[in-house]
């Protein structure tokens, strides 16, 4: 009889231990993670003017792809043209990415499962971008 209830006992916290784990959904990367078409982005801080400016993108060719592996890689496309570079969380609100324009640090503007807007400052510059993104 012992015996029996011992096992029950293990199975059933087994069973709750199984039970309560649950995918993270809540966390800055998980929300992030997966390809994202690229709306717009507009630009100030260049010296050149004609560098600064609101670009209007939404081509299929046009996405940021925040990949799910162990690297965490990025991936951007821009009318056709591919760059891979790395991003990291930083904050709950704020990451850092690695692309072909330099170090980027970003703070997320706003972010639901089908928008994504954040700020991007390139580093050691005063060069400021805003994306906007949507699945």
């Not at 992030?32 to 609101?54: C, H, I, S």
């Not at 709950?92 to 991007?120: P, R, V, W």
């Amino acid at each position: 009889m012992k015996r029996q209830i011992t096992i029950l006992s293990l199975l059933m916290l087994l069973t709750s231990t199984i039970i309560s784990c649950k995918k993270d959904t809540t966390s800055l990367k998980a929300q992030m993670m997966g390809r994202w078409t690229l709306n717009r982005v507009v630009t100030t801080g260049y010296t050149d003017e004609k560098l600064n400016g609101d670009v209007n993108y939404g081509k299929t060719t046009d996405y940021i792809d925040y990949k799910s592996n162990n690297d965490d890689q990025v991936e951007v496309s821009l009318s056709g043209n591919r760059t891979i570079g790395e991003y990291s969380i930083i904050y709950s609100d704020q990451f850092s990415m690695s692309i072909n324009d330099g170090l980027n640090y970003c703070k997320i503007n706003s972010i639901t499962a089908n928008q994504l807007q954040f700020t991007a400052k390139i580093d050691k510059t005063n060069v400021t971008k805003v994306y906007y993104l949507t699945r």
